[in-house]
């Protein structure tokens, strides 16, 4: 029996991939939640003047 740690280790192992490279799979999903996030909670983020 495989536990679900040993499943996920088996797929980044069989995928070439580190906990670096899973994470830049993400990036548009990632850019997109950080764009949301600064338009939906303006009064959190401090602006950055230039």
Aim: net charge negative.
């Amino acid at each position: 029996m495989s536990t679900p740690q040993t499943m996920f280790r088996k797929e980044m192992l069989l995928t070439g991939l580190d906990e670096i490279g899973l994470t830049l799979g993400f990036e548009a999903q990632i850019r997109e939640f950080e764009a949301r996030h600064a338009r939906e909670m303006a009064w959190v983020m401090p602006r950055v003047s230039t």
